[in-house]
């Protein structure tokens, strides 16, 4: 398994805080956005990371990537065992997308206008 994955990308983060959870050992190939290598642009048709390869199988987006990894590796489980706390759990990861992701693209924005 290799996952392509940019050190500085939270979605890349998230995905690469899971492995180390779940003490799952792969290839992680660190890329930068924006020059993405050759043969990860012929497998994501969106050019997106975080990218796993397993196999044949080609997964993007770490919502997907992390469901995935937690079926295939199912001990330690990442989700609370009863449906009400896991809806609670799957709410706070959307507020942390919405709310704290927003405010990391600010905040690289800011750092780009000042190094003009």
């Not at 779940?22 to 924006?34: C, L, R, W």
């Not at 050759?38 to 469901?67: A, C, F, G, K, M």
Request: hydrophobic content about 40%; cysteine-free; glycine content about 2%.
């Amino acid at each position: 398994m290799t996952l392509f994955s940019a050190p500085a990308d939270p979605w890349s983060h998230r995905t690469r805080i899971v492995l180390a959870e779940k003490g799952i050992d792969i290839e992680v190939v660190s890329v930068t956005p924006g020059s993405l290598p050759e043969d990860l642009l012929d497998l994501n048709p969106y050019h997106s990371l975080p990218t796993l390869v397993d196999r044949d199988l080609v997964l993007y987006d770490s919502r997907v990537i992390i469901e995935y990894l937690d079926e295939r590796f199912p001990h330690p489980p990442l989700m609370p065992a009863d449906p009400v706390t896991r809806a609670q759990f799957r709410l706070a990861l959307y507020r942390i997308e919405r709310d704290w992701y927003g405010l990391l693209e600010q905040i690289d924005r800011e750092q780009d206008r000042r190094q003009l």
